[in-house]
């Protein structure tokens, strides 16, 4: 099966491994990297760090292949062409299908599971920031 999770990864923490450990239990993994202008655009402020460092964290160190990602997500979902969406449990009372630009209906036309990952707890990348 073919997984995908969608996100900025910025700062590179045990929350973010724990989750592509959890996403690798569905199949095989691909992520989809939102890039700098979409974070600015989407959050109205820049990554700590670059999409250039993002990649290479993901790719040539914990060594998942990536996606880059420009917009909500349907596109990247459309190539990837995934079994599986895995996001993290906080969006669970957010409506992320309507972030990523699809719904249940989409999910179910193209036989999508979305699954939910378990939150890693007592870190963050809002709390590294707010260390910064």
């Given at each position: 099966m073919r997984v995908l999770t969608i996100g900025t990864f910025d700062l590179l923490h045990i929350g973010h491994i724990e989750l592509f450990n959890y996403c690798k239990r569905f199949g095989d993994l691909v992520i989809g990297l939102n890039t700098d202008e979409f974070v600015l655009q989407y959050k109205g402020k820049l990554p700590v760090q670059n999409y250039v460092t993002r990649?290479?964290?993901?790719?040539?160190?914990?060594?998942?292949?990536?996606?880059?990602?420009?917009?909500?997500?349907?596109?990247?979902?459309?190539?990837?062409?995934?079994d599986v969406i895995v996001v993290g449990m906080d969006w669970h009372e957010e409506d992320y299908l309507n972030q990523i630009g699809i719904d249940v209906e989409y999910l179910n036309d193209n036989d999508i599971i979305l699954a939910y990952a378990p939150r890693t707890t007592g870190v963050s990348t809002t709390a590294l920031k707010e260390k910064l």
């Open positions: 990649w290479d964290n993901i790719v040539r160190f914990v060594g998942i292949e990536a996606r880059k990602n420009e917009e909500a997500g349907k596109e990247l979902i459309e190539w990837v062409d995934p």
